[in-house]
C-alpha cells in the first residue's frame, strides 16, 4: 500500500511538471538568495536547502542539523512609459460629459518603477520521531509604480503600491526515508495604496494634487507540501500555498475640486463646503491568490545536479482591489482585473567545484496573468524571460554565503484601455446633485511601456 502511494504521487508530479503555467503580477520570487541563482529551478524538491521551506515545507524532513539563514535581495526593477496620451470625462448627476483630451507635463517616464529590499529568514529545528519544525519570513507579494503629478495618465493611475510581510509556522513528518508531508499557517501583513486625480481634468476647478487611499491589515492562510525521494539523486516535490482573504482599513484624503481641504475636512460632514476636499476613512478587499509549486532535482553526478520548477499561481482568486470610502462623495472605486491564472516554468543547474565553492545557473519564463483588453496604466505587466546565476562559499563547517544576480527581460506591449470609475454618495443637501446611474468618471489612455529588472541578491546559513 505504501509502495503504491509513493508511486502514484511520484507519477503525478512528473507528469505535471511539464506544464507550462505561471506568476507575474505582483508577485515576488525573491524568495531564497541561494535559489535566485538558478531562476527558483529545483525550489520545491531542493533537500537539504532551508531557504526552500517557504516554498514546500516537507523539505524540512530533509534537514538533519537546526540552522537558521538570513539574507536578502535588491530589486532594480524598471518601466518605461512613452508615447503616452489620455482623455478623461466627469459625470453629473443628470447625465455626462464626453471625454475630453488629458493636458500634462509628460507624455513619457524613464522610470515607473521603485527600487526595493526584500527580506527573508528561515529557521529550522529537528525534532523527535520524524517531525521537523521551521519558520519563514518573506515578502511574496510586492509591487509599486508611480507616474509624474503631471502626467497625461495621471486620471487613471498615479501611485499603486502593494507590499506584504508573511511569516509562517511550518511542522514536517517524515514517513520514512523516502516520503515526507507537511502543513504550516502563514500569518500575512499586508499594505496597500492607490492614488489618482479625480474631477475636472482641466480648467479653473481641475485639481492639483491626487486624492489618496492607503490600508493595511493581517490576514491568515495556510501552506501544504509532499516530498518523494524515489532514490538518494532524485526528489520531486508538490506544495500549494493557500489564498488569503482581506479586509484592509485606513484613511485617504480625496480631491475633487481645486483648493486645500476646507475646515473641518472629515468627509462625514454633509456639508456642501466640505464634501468634494476632505479627509475619509478607507477599506479595501483584496485577495492574493493561492500558489501549486511543482518541482524535480536530479543529481546526474556527484559534481552536477539538474533542477526543474512548474509554479501556477492562481490569479482568478485576485478580482482586482474593492475600495470604500463611505464618508466620502466618491464612496467605491474598483481597480479591476480579470486576470487569468499563470505560470513560471524555470530549469537550472548547480555545479559542485569543490569543497568550498558551489556554482548554479538558470533561465525562466514568467507568464504574466494580466490581459490585454483589460490591462490598465496601474499594473501595466507582460511576459518575462528570467537569466540568473549564483554561487555558494562553504566558509567553514557551520558557515555558507549566497550571492546571486539575476536579469528580467519583459515583452514590450501597448496599452489602449478604458476604465469606469466610482459611485456616489446621496446627499440631503438639494444642493448636490443627486448621483446618477453612470459611474463618476471615465479614462481612457494609450500608451508603449517596455522594462526590465535586475535582482541581486545576499544571504548567510549557520548550521550549528
Not at 8 to 33: K, R
Not at 232 to 252: A, C, E, F, N, P
Not at 364 to 392: H, V
Request: net charge negative; hydrophobic share 35%.
Amino acid at each position: 500500500m505504501k509502495n503504491n502511494l509513493r508511486q502514484s504521487l511520484f507519477t503525478l508530479i512528473v507528469l505535471a511538471a511539464p506544464t507550462l503555467l505561471f506568476a507575474g503580477g505582483f508577485q515576488s520570487n525573491d524568495l531564497s538568495p541561494r535559489l535566485q541563482g538558478q531562476a527558483m529551478a529545483g525550489d520545491g524538491a531542493d533537500a537539504g536547502d532551508v531557504t526552500a521551506i517557504f516554498i514546500n515545507p516537507a523539505i524540512l524532513s530533509t534537514i538533519t542539523k537546526p540552522e537558521v539563514y538570513v539574507g536578502g535581495s535588491y530589486d532594480a526593477s524598471r518601466l518605461s512609459m512613452k508615447n503616452a496620451s489620455a482623455q478623461h470625462g466627469q459625470f453629473s448627476g443628470a447625465g455626462t460629459s464626453d471625454l475630453l483630451p488629458v493636458t500634462g507635463t509628460s507624455t513619457s517616464q524613464s522610470n515607473l518603477a521603485s527600487a526595493k529590499i526584500l527580506p527573508t529568514f528561515y529557521a529550522a529545528m529537528p525534532l523527535n520521531h520524524g517531525f521537523t519544525y521551521g519558520i519563514s519570513f518573506t515578502s511574496p507579494w510586492s509591487y509599486q509604480t508611480n507616474y509624474d503629478a503631471g502626467s497625461v495618465v495621471r486620471y487613471m493611475a498615479q501611485k499603486t503600491m502593494i507590499t506584504s510581510y508573511n511569516l509562517s509556522g511550518l511542522l514536517s513528518y517524515a514517513v520514512d526515508n523516502q516520503l515526507s508531508f507537511a502543513a504550516g499557517i502563514q500569518s500575512q501583513y499586508l499594505e496597500a495604496e492607490i492614488s489618482n486625480f479625480d474631477g475636472a481634468a482641466d480648467g479653473a476647478s481641475a485639481t492639483t494634487q491626487p486624492s489618496t487611499t492607503g490600508a493595511d491589515n493581517m490576514g491568515l492562510g495556510y501552506l501544504l507540501g509532499a516530498l518523494y525521494s524515489p532514490s538518494d539523486v532524485t526528489h520531486v516535490g508538490m506544495s500549494y500555498r493557500s489564498k488569503i482573504d482581506y479586509q484592509l482599513h485606513g484613511r485617504g484624503d480625496q480631491y475633487l475640486l481645486r483648493g486645500p481641504q476646507a475646515s473641518p475636512a472629515d468627509c462625514s460632514s454633509t456639508s456642501s463646503s466640505t464634501f468634494n476636499n476632505c479627509h475619509t476613512n478607507v477599506q479595501m478587499g483584496v485577495t492574493t491568490p493561492s500558489v501549486l509549486n511543482m518541482s524535480l532535482t536530479q543529481q546526474l553526478t556527484p559534481q552536477w545536479q539538474l533542477d526543474f520548477t512548474t509554479q501556477v499561481t492562481f490569479w482568478s482568486d485576485f478580482k482586482g482591489i474593492d475600495i470604500k470610502t463611505p464618508d466620502a462623495y466618491i464612496i467605491d472605486k474598483q481597480v479591476e482585473t480579470s486576470w487569468q491564472n499563470a505560470a513560471l516554468f524555470s530549469v537550472g543547474s548547480n555545479y559542485q567545484l569543490n569543497t568550498h565553492w558551489i556554482l548554479r545557473g538558470g533561465v525562466g519564463y514568467d507568464e504574466t496573468p494580466t490581459i490585454s483588453n483589460t490591462r490598465d496604466a496601474r499594473i501595466p505587466d507582460n511576459n518575462k524571460i528570467l537569466a540568473a546565476m549564483g554561487a555558494t562559499y562553504q566558509l567553514n563547517q557551520h558557515l555558507r554565503i549566497d550571492a546571486s544576480y539575476e536579469h528580467a527581460f519583459m515583452d514590450n506591449q501597448h496599452l489602449n484601455s478604458t476604465v469606469n470609475d466610482g459611485e456616489q454618495r446621496a446627499f440631503p443637501d438639494a444642493m448636490i446633485p443627486a448621483p446618477s446611474t453612470s459611474p463618476y468618471q471615465a479614462n481612457q489612455v494609450t500608451a508603449d511601456y517596455s522594462g526590465s529588472a535586475d535582482l541581486v541578491a545576499l544571504g548567510l546559513n549557520y548550521l550549528f
